[in-house]
């Protein structure tokens, strides 16, 4: 039987590692002399694969970043942007229409401006306007090309004076990742790796993605939306202690409206004492209605490489339960139609 990846996604899966490897020679060639004045706040433009990359910016550099970083999911800007604010654009495909007007505005409100995408209509913006560009490559799905996006922003904050970069944390994330492709592709572990494993357990149930861990909090976020695009299935996500305070009483519910539902908690050793004795309390909760729970934990031993780590596990899981349901990882049929029908109405 032929494999339901009839577009070669599997290859994208592949080049996570690569792409950090290969990020290191995007900003060589990138001025920064345009960004001046007193940066107070920093303001990541971007929407789906492009946004969550300033989530996991702002967990990651938490302890090191002097001034605040927010993520901006829209159209517009906030008011608070002005002349001291460092607004990042980040667009994969540089088309998105979201970040094209919060760049547009970011110009007409003097702000500070860094942009990265492989090309299109941002790309032109920053070329007219003089702006730092990093130009990656193209040709990969935005949800894909992560690593591209991530490591050259926080070289880009490093080369601004904005963090700095702990020795080695980048060459243990490189090595980190390239053992886990080695021990979760098909071709190699012959479907006996374990994130094929907990595809199987997840296989016909809604995956609730939870974590105590506030380094892992955009993770649960990236693991609902990689079951969503490459799984093509419903998955939601939460965290501790914040879902004590509401979602905890759906819990009470009908015992026939929980059987859909499959708990991963997502593991890490920043896991304060009282989220970890708030996540075991609530396992109990969920244990006594025989819903199915279990943990993934984080590998490596610097925050960089626990981060992707747990990143790199969910895009495995999320593409052997592709296989699973026969579907092509690659195809996401609803969003195309959207931007056509958008597209009709923009140019109408």
């Known amino acids: 039987m032929p494999s339901p990846d009839r577009s070669g996604f599997i290859k994208f899966v592949r080049h996570l590692p690569d792409q950090i490897i290969e990020s290191e020679k995007f900003l060589r060639t990138v001025s920064f002399q345009n960004i001046r004045g007193d940066i107070q706040n920093i303001l990541h433009l971007g929407m789906g694969g492009s946004a969550i990359v300033g989530d996991l910016l ?166 609902r939306n990689q079951f969503n695009e490459n799984s093509k299935i419903l998955s939601f996500s939460n965290v501790f202690p914040e879902l004590n305070h509401n979602e905890i009483m759906g819990w009470e519910a009908k015992p026939e409206l929980l059987q859909p539902f499959c708990i991963v908690l997502l593991r890490d050793r920043e896991e304060s004492p009282r989220n970890k004795l708030r996540l075991e309390i609530t396992r109990k909760i969920m244990q006594d209605k025989n819903v199915p729970i279990f943990d993934v934990f984080s590998e490596g031993e610097s925050r960089l490489a626990r981060l992707f780590s747990m990143i790199y596990l969910g895009d495995w899981i999320s593409y052997h339960l592709a296989l699973l349901y026969k579907k092509d990882p690659y195809v996401i049929k609803s969003i195309e139609f959207l931007k056509e029908k958008l597209s009709e109405t923009k140019n109408s």
Request: proline share 7%; charged share 20%; aromatic share 8%.
């Open 58 to 223: 702002r967990t990651y550099l938490q302890n090191q970043l002097q001034v605040p970083l927010e993520v901006h999911r829209n159209y517009g800007l906030p008011t608070y942007v002005n002349n001291n604010t460092l607004c990042v654009a980040c667009s994969y495909s540089g088309d998105t229409e979201e970040t094209l007007s919060a760049t547009r505005e970011a110009l007409k409100r003097k702000a500070n401006i860094l942009a990265i995408a492989s090309g299109g209509e941002l790309q032109k913006l920053a070329e007219e306007h003089h702006l730092p560009f990093i130009q990656i490559p193209a040709g990969f799905p935005p949800r894909q090309a992560l690593g591209y996006m991530f490591f050259p922003l926080i070289q880009a904050f490093k080369n601004l004076g904005l963090i700095t970069l702990p020795e080695g944390e980048i060459s243990e994330t490189v090595k980190i990742l390239k053992q886990l492709r080695q021990e979760n592709d098909p071709d190699r572990s012959l479907g006996r790796c374990i994130t094929s494993q907990i595809a199987r357990k997840l296989y016909l149930k809604i995956p609730l993605i939870y974590t105590a861990a506030e380094l892992l909090a955009p993770v649960t976020v990236r693991w």
